[in-house]
């Protein structure tokens, strides 16, 4: 059913929903879940990428 999906990340049938399934972390408790997005949110402080993406949306949106 998922492969006949018209959204692009589905393509893979499966393999998608495997992926999307490990990359959410489902497993985790709640406490374990806010410790990984605190992690995130402290990795993409300062980072490079974060800083063009950043200034991408800020002259293309006006955003920040």
Request: aromatic content about 10%.
């Amino acid at each position: 059913m998922m492969s006949r999906s018209g959204f692009p990340c589905f393509k893979q049938g499966e393999r998608s929903v495997k992926a999307m399934e490990k990359r959410f972390q489902l497993q985790l408790t709640e406490v374990q879940c806010v410790q990984s997005v605190l992690g995130l949110i402290s990795d993409s402080l300062d980072a490079w990428r974060t800083r063009q993406y950043d200034y991408y949306q800020r002259l293309l949106n006006g955003i920040l």
